[in-house]
């Protein structure tokens, strides 16, 4: 039977020497001290200096490793098992969204998820498929952050988590409570096999966010700073359920507008 082990096996990717290399690099960046800012420190930032550091650091893996190999794997897959793939952790990611859409008392949005998982893994070949959206069975997205916003958890400042990229420092904190508890790649006694479908799990992201990516590289005159805004009008977007308190923008705005990038390309274009 097809479970999570025989899938990354089939993967075939030996990745804890490189796991390990990767954390060693990270230590080494941290310990390298904090980037300098030009002028006074942002307010709504407080860790500005330690965040633009570790984002640096982010950015110099993305180009050297993270990006050249999620290009590699867009080449080499197949639309088809793509997709499927995609479909594949989605599912395995509305285990983490059960669990914490029953923490924040959301039975109906708890109920939804328990039947997709089930029409998913079942109907749709372990999520390879998505056959619950086309059964009017939305996709929600929850986590632990979230449930810990919805009992009224404070957010804290800003924080560029290693690898992983924006967060506050509640959600940087809850991440390994979604991990441990919930999702199932990290139920696997092997931490070869939890490491290997890490892997295939952030390239197949990464791989659907290249075009994204290449469009605020070339139009944002301050990605660290567009991107840290915008992860943070998301996050208010999606704690308060579509309904954020003195918003600006909706998320239908903020992602797939298609003037979104415009200010910032004539922005670019005064400062030169």
């Given at each position: 039977?097809?479970?999570?082990?025989?899938?990354?096996c089939?993967?075939?990717?030996?990745?804890?020497n490189?796991?390990t290399?990767?954390?060693i690099?990270?230590?080494?960046a941290?310990?390298?001290?904090c980037?300098?800012?030009?002028?006074?420190?942002?307010?709504?930032?407080?860790?500005?200096?330690?965040?633009?550091?570790?984002?640096?650091?982010?950015?110099?893996?993305?180009?050297?490793?993270v990006?050249?190999?999620a290009?590699?794997y867009?080449?080499?897959?197949?639309?088809?098992?793509?997709?499927?793939v995609?479909?594949?952790f989605?599912?395995?990611?509305?285990?983490v969204?059960?669990?914490?859409?029953?923490?924040?008392?959301?039975?109906?949005?708890?109920?939804?998820t328990?039947a997709?998982?089930?029409?998913?893994?079942?109907i749709?070949?372990?999520?390879?498929?998505?056959?619950?959206?086309?059964?009017?069975?939305?996709?929600?997205?929850?986590?632990?952050?979230?449930?810990?916003a919805?009992?009224?958890v404070?957010?804290?400042?800003?924080?560029?988590?290693?690898?992983?990229?924006?967060?506050?420092?509640?959600?940087?904190?809850?991440?390994?409570?979604?991990w441990?508890?919930?999702?199932?790649?990290?139920?696997?006694?092997?931490?070869?096999?939890?490491?290997?479908?890490?892997?295939?799990r952030?390239?197949?992201?990464?791989?659907?966010?290249?075009?994204?990516?290449?469009?605020?590289?070339?139009?944002?005159?301050?990605?660290?700073?567009?991107i840290?805004?915008?992860?943070?009008?998301?996050?208010?977007?999606l704690?308060?359920?579509?309904?954020?308190?003195?918003?600006?923008?909706?998320?239908?705005?903020?992602f797939?507008?298609?003037?979104?990038?415009?200010?910032?390309?004539?922005?670019?274009?005064?400062?030169?």
């Amino acid at each position: 039977m097809f479970d999570l082990r025989s899938f990354a096996c089939i993967c075939g990717l030996n990745v804890f020497n490189i796991f390990t290399s990767l954390l060693i690099i990270c230590s080494i960046a941290l310990g390298s001290g904090c980037a300098t800012l030009d002028g006074p420190p942002n307010p709504d930032d407080p860790l500005e200096s330690y965040n633009r550091a570790m984002f640096s650091f982010n950015e110099t893996m993305d180009r050297a490793i993270v990006k050249p190999v999620a290009k590699g794997y867009n080449w080499i897959m197949p639309d088809f098992l793509n997709t499927g793939v995609t479909n594949f952790f989605s599912n395995v990611d509305d285990v983490v969204v059960f669990f914490n859409s029953l923490l924040q008392l959301k039975f109906r949005e708890a109920v939804s998820t328990s039947a997709r998982i089930v029409w998913n893994t079942t109907i749709g070949l372990l999520g390879f498929i998505d056959v619950a959206t086309h059964m009017d069975l939305p996709k929600y997205n929850e986590d632990f952050g979230q449930t810990l916003a919805f009992w009224g958890v404070d957010s804290g400042p800003y924080f560029v988590l290693p690898f992983l990229g924006p967060s506050t420092v509640r959600d940087g904190l809850s991440v390994p409570v979604d991990w441990v508890l919930f999702d199932p790649v990290f139920q696997d006694k092997e931490l070869k096999v939890t490491l290997s479908l890490l892997v295939v799990r952030y390239t197949d992201k990464r791989a659907d966010l290249i075009t994204a990516t290449d469009i605020i590289d070339e139009t944002a005159p301050d990605k660290y700073a567009y991107i840290r805004d915008a992860f943070l009008q998301r996050r208010e977007y999606l704690i308060h359920d579509g309904n954020p308190p003195d918003t600006g923008m909706s998320e239908d705005e903020l992602f797939k507008d298609e003037n979104l990038f415009e200010d910032d390309l004539d922005l670019e274009k005064d400062l030169k």
